[in-house]
């Protein structure tokens, strides 16, 4: 296991792994958004009807800020992009808090991940500039594995604070922002490729992603999956806190299992799934098991199966992600990359709108088993589709 380890991250350059250092000082600190659907409905007394609708909002800004994220970077470029990002989501945070009513926090979440996922394409645009293209997937690998270590992390902690006080994870996810803009100053500012501004001229004339009908609709596929995984941070803390009455701290525990089990797994099965498999056949995979894991949770009503659900999910995640970035990096190119991975973004941003609305729709209207059950069929036949898809992508190459 240790080889496979040395063997993916030989070759990765300093920048990725100070990129990755970035992102886990930063996701440490992500403490609000697994928590955020037990705060409105425990903290502020909302009904899940009123919790998918915020949630729901907090996906719209995803939307926009992957799309207009992957424009400024194309523009402006990855480091000013990644900065402003960071540093506007600080007083941001600081004043979540104080908003305590429906349309209030709608508004406020909207523009938190509008400014959040900006961030997204940029730090994609980054990795690809600092990696050679057969490397790229390893790349995003280590930057997930660097996410999801945070994550072990974060939650756990975040669960500790939610003892006292629902505030201290906005203050908290506050100061995990600023050490991580400095950090990424500190090392970035005197390492920024020159000319990174690319001229009008030069835009207009590279084609757009969108009108890559077979990237739209490989998009769409993605943005499905994620509607499917997503109920990891929609209702999946809910159903925990309601059906198995954990606490706030052992919800966290679960959650920042997940980001462990990641860390230690991901460069291993993505070492082997790399070499005994093909990029759609992997993709395809890692969609199946997002189905499956949560039609486990029906099988038994015990907290081991929860735990299993979980592991099952972060081989899906393991397995679907990072091919999927590596997709778009495949289909780009140097001028117009940050569009490309805006649109991949945007995949999961759209998901973010429609993943906690119409999982709370079901669960207020029928139950949890039958949203797990809806959610195992459902990926069946994104399956499906990627396998039609990414068939007569393999031909057309």
Not at 10 to 20: F, H, N, P, Y
Not at 225 to 254: D, M, R, S
Not at 268 to 293: N, R
Not at 308 to 332: D, F, H, K, N, R
Request: proline share 3%; with cysteine.
């Amino acid at each position: 296991m240790i080889k496979y380890y040395i063997d993916s991250f030989r070759g990765l350059s300093k920048e990725v792994w100070m990129l990755a250092l970035v992102i886990l000082i930063n996701r440490t600190s992500a403490m609000v958004v697994p928590f955020l659907g037990v705060y409105m409905t425990q903290a502020l007394g909302f009904s899940l009807k009123e919790t998918g609708v915020v949630l729901s909002f907090f996906g719209m800004g995803a939307v926009l800020g992957s799309y207009v994220g992957g424009r400024l970077t194309d523009i402006f470029g990855f480091y000013s992009t990644q900065l402003y990002s960071f540093l506007l989501t600080i007083p941001i945070f600081m004043i979540l808090p104080e908003l305590k009513t429906v349309y209030s926090l709608s508004i406020g979440v909207f523009v938190l991940s509008a400014v959040a996922d900006a961030f997204r394409p940029a730090n994609s645009v980054a990795l690809s500039y600092y990696t050679p293209q057969e490397k790229i997937t390893k790349a995003f690998s280590l930057n997930r594995m660097a996410v999801n270590l945070g994550f072990s992390i974060g939650p756990a902690l975040g669960g500790f604070l939610a003892g006292f006080s629902y505030h201290w994870l906005f203050y908290g996810n506050a100061l995990g922002e600023l050490l991580a803009s400095i950090l990424f100053v500190y090392y970035f500012k005197s390492r920024m490729p020159r000319h990174q501004k690319k001229e009008r001229s030069v835009l207009k004339s590279v084609e757009s992603p969108y009108k890559n009908l077979r990237m739209l609709a490989f998009t769409f596929l993605c943005a499905l999956y994620a509607i499917c995984f997503f109920q990891l941070l929609n209702t999946l803390p809910l159903y925990y806190k309601t059906e198995h009455q954990l606490t706030e701290f052992q919800i966290g525990v679960i959650l920042g299992y997940s980001g462990l089990f990641i860390v230690l797994f991901e460069m291993l099965i993505v070492q082997i799934a790399g070499k005994v498999m093909s990029i759609s056949q992997i993709i395809i995979l890692g969609t199946l098991l997002c189905g499956l894991a949560f039609v486990v949770l029906n099988l038994s009503f015990t907290h081991v199966m929860l735990y299993i659900g979980i592991s099952i999910l972060c081989v899906s995640e393991i397995l679907a992600m990072p091919y999927m970035s590596t997709v778009y990096v495949q289909e780009s190119s140097e001028h117009n990359r940050g569009a490309y991975m805006g649109m991949y973004s945007l995949a999961f941003s759209v998901a973010h709108i429609f993943s906690p609305y119409l999982g709370t729709f079901i669960v207020e209207k029928q139950s949890f088993e039958v949203l797990w059950y809806l959610t195992g069929l459902a990926s069946l036949g994104i399956a499906f589709g990627f396998y039609m898809l990414m068939k007569k992508r393999v031909s057309a190459h």
